[in-house]
């Protein structure tokens, strides 16, 4: 889901992955599965995102020193190629069969023996704990089921400690729309939701961000990110 970033609809049993729906985007049917819907979705054009970094996710990760980082409903792979070209082992993790694919392909055309790519249902999925140095899911909000929050506990159990979880979200439609697909994302709410217990993390950033973006027929207007990024303390 790299749109405006990209990403927006989680994938991953969810949407954004990826990013904000694009065009034409319709409602999902209600009787596919999440795999069904991920591989519909990316089965029916021959690129979805445009495998660029989500600007805002490379403004946030790139002080950091590289380490491990896996990224969640990583869609064709824009982020953790990314990633993967600042140093980082990287890995990205996705719904989609036909995602990863892509992502593999573009890996190994880039020459990217630090991006790795792995088909997985993040439902059930559970991390090595201590593996990472850094969690990313960007746009990680879905129209269809995603237990968002319970993932990203998750997820940040893979955590060392210092590490970060970093995510951006939609935190409001876009300006030129009445109405968005994916869930918006309070990200203080979900800060302190996620920053338990708090002798564990450390909430270093729980803001929204503007960032100037242009509308389907061409008129500007802006996005509004929803950035979290938590670390964990140590011991």
Sequence with gaps: MNAPHE???AHQHGTTHQHGAPAGHTAPDPSLSPVEHWEQRYGGQERVWSGRVN????EVVGGFEPGTSIDLGCGEGGDVLWLAEQG?????LD?????????????AARGLDGAVFTATDLSTWQP?????????????????ELDRVEILRRAASALRPGGHLVTISHAAPPSWAD?????MIDVRAEAEELAQPVADWAVEVA???????????GTPGEHVDAV???RRLWP
């Design 55 to 58: 600007q805002t996710l490379a």
């Design 7 to 9: 990403h927006s609809t």
């Design 207 to 217: 803001e929204d961000r503007r960032r100037p973006a242009v509308g389907p027929d």
């Design 128 to 144: 090595e704990p201590d593996s990472a140095d850094l969690v990313t899911a960007s746009f990680f909000q879905s129209e269809v």
């Design 179 to 183: 109405h968005h697909p994916a869930h």
């Design 88 to 92: 980082w082992q990287a890995r990205g």
């Design 228 to 230: 979290l990024v938590l």
């Design 95 to 107: 719904i989609s069969e036909t995602a990863v694919g892509r992502a593999r392909a573009e890996a």
